[in-house]
């Protein structure tokens, strides 16, 4: 029978906390934003076309969604003005998901909400810690993105 390595366990560990992690922040976004008309998911899908209009799957991709979820956000978002779907010059049916106007003003309220939550979030962390963990979770995603397993 085969075990776990010390690192396994421990790295089960580090998934486990991951998920309750996970679920803090999601809670915690909704807090930070629901009286804006924004849930996390929602956030997420406007954070991820901040710098540029992007096609519902490539956001899923970006985010680790699955396509369908993003498409039902957007869809949503749209139907409130925070985005609107335009022309795809790169491909004819998947339209790019742009922030409008009305969107652009809300990401501001919540960047400025998420200076301030995540300036306490950080204290009493170092950059360099916060460095390591990023590593470690850039390392697993990558990893994770490449295993087909």
Known sequence: MTTHT????RLTDLILETFRLNGRLLAAGD???????????????IGAITDEPLPVAQIARNMGLTRQAV??????????GIVAFAENPNHRRAK??????AGR???????????VW??????G???????????VMRTLRQRLETDQT
Do not use: K, P
Request: charged share 20%.
């Open 71 to 80: 498409q039902r956000v957007a869809n949503v978002l749209a139907h409130e």
């Open 96 to 101: 790019l998901v742009c922030l409008t106007e």
């Open 31 to 45: 807090r930070l934003t629901g009286d804006l008309g924004l849930s996390s998911a929602r956030w997420q899908v």
């Open 118 to 123: 995540s300036n306490g979030l950080a204290a």
């Open 105 to 115: 003003a809300v990401l501001e309220q919540v960047d400025r909400r998420h200076v």
């Open 125 to 135: 962390l170092t950059v360099q810690e916060i460095d390591r963990a990023l590593t």
């Open 6 to 9: 010390a690192e396994a366990i």
